[in-house]
């Protein structure tokens, strides 16, 4: 299994990746507010310091595999936007649960 970081690192590249294929709107919009999300929570794990053999970190890591399959998806298919706004919104809360847990 990928460690969280490596994945959580993916996630917010293909994320990137995807928002500068799209045109500005509200779609993309949304996509740079989760990503923004994403990275405020990432800096909470950091902050906090995640042990990378944690089984929370490693349980945070299947949402993110879950969205960076989506990810991709959309990168081949613009259509498939709306449903990757639903998958990073997945990891947003998955993510935003694992950082609250270790507040």
Do not use: F, W
Not at 2 to 25: F, R
Not at 77 to 101: M, P, R
């Amino acid at each position: 299994m990928p460690k969280l970081g490596q994945s959580l690192s993916k996630t917010i590249g293909d994320l990137t990746d995807l928002i500068h294929n799209l045109p500005d709107g509200a779609q993309r919009d949304t996509l740079v507010q989760q990503q923004s999300k994403l990275i405020d929570e990432l800096q909470t794990l950091i902050d906090n310091t995640v042990p990378e053999d944690t089984a929370k970190y490693r349980a945070a890591t299947a949402a993110l595999e879950k969205a960076n399959r989506s990810l991709v998806k959309a990168r081949r298919d613009i259509a498939k936007v709306a449903e990757t706004i639903n998958k990073i919104a997945e990891v947003v809360g998955v993510v935003g649960e694992l950082a609250a847990s270790i507040k």
